[in-house]
Structures are given as C-alpha cells and as structure tokens.
C-alpha cells in the first residue's frame, strides 16, 4: 500500500455483511433492469451518435478481473478510436505500482463523441447489463485490467473480494487521473464501511458529481 495509507484488512468485514451483501444484490439487479428500460431512448442516440462520428462499433468490449479474480467481459459505449488500445501500451512499474494512473487527460485517441461521453460518464451506461449479469454491482471497487492484476500485492488483491462497481468511493473522490495507490485506499475504505445505506449515498454522491463535471475530461 502507499506509504503515508494505512493497511486495510476487510475478509472479515466482508463475512460479517452476508445479509447486507444480498440486500445489495437484489438492488442491482432491479436497478440495472428499471435503468435499462428507463434509458432505452439514450441508449439509441448514443449508439447512432457513435456510429456517424468514427468508425467501428458502438460499443466497447473489454476483458475485466472481477469478484475472485473472476475474468468478465466489460461493456462501455466506444470513447476512442477503433483498436486504440492495441495502439498504446501501458506504462507499468512493478516497483512503483501505487503511483500508476490508468487514464490520461492527453490522449489523442478519443474521438470528439467520446470526449463528450466520458465528461458526462455516459460512456458507463452499457455496464448496467453487467450489474444485470451478475459480473459488477451498481457501487463497488474499480473493475480492473489483467495487466495490472497480475502485479497486485495481497493488500490489493482484498479489492477482488468483492464484485467491481460501475461508482465507488474511489470513483466519486478522483473521476480522472487517480493513482492506483489511493484507488486501493478508497475501495478497502468503502469495503470495510459497506452498507446498503453506503451503497445509495455514494449512489447520490456519483450523480451530483456528474453534474457537476469533478474530476471529469
């Protein structure tokens, strides 16, 4: 862990939360379904808008560490340009691995929809079918790439404990750049602290934030 963060230990949280982590489940799932139905329209729009803007499909697919480092396929309305992660490698210490930062604000990749996309997070939409699925949650930890899991310490693989979310803590306290460190912090914080009170009052956090633009590019 980052050296001025505290160590986190939360397997026993986790197992003393069994009740509240199905209450969870239930709300995911008629969440996901209700937001599905309810967005159809956007959906739509947003998958023409894509399509007219830059070549290749509408949706993105990529293959995510999950719950037990379950792999899954993640789903995200395309915000860069066909293959761009075939493009670009990622810039990976093992022996600095807490100040690594997934994303960019200079990233020439992203096509002008996408920009759009990722300032409003509308580009997270399509992971409503996987809350739906059962492969994510509406409020959990970052879902991972395997290229930066397979560098984990055991103090961060306490994040795949549990299902990844579509918001988090981490989410809503750095929506852009972020290191990895302090990502980790933010998602056993929220582990160890897990309620489905929690739950909806990051739920309201994400939305004002969104609006808001924090954190966004």
Known sequence: MEKNLPKIDIEKDIKNKKFQFLIKRFFDIL???FGIIVLLPIYIILFISIKLDSKGG???KQVRVGKNGK???IY????MIVNAEKKSELDIDP???SNFVFQSKSDNRVTRVGSFLRKTSLDELPQLFNVLKGDMSLVGPRPEIPDVVKYYPDEYA???LVLPGITGLA???GRGEIELGKTVFYDLTYIKNFSVFYDFNLLI???VSVVKKEGAY
């Open 95 to 97: 022996s600095d691995l």
């Open 71 to 73: 792999r899954f396929t």
């Open 205 to 207: 956090k994400t939305v």
């Open 171 to 173: 989410q809503v306290s």
């Open 76 to 79: 995200k309305f395309r915000t």
């Open 158 to 160: 306490q994040r795949l």
């Open 58 to 60: 509408a949706v993105f």
């Open 31 to 33: 969440l996901s379904l």
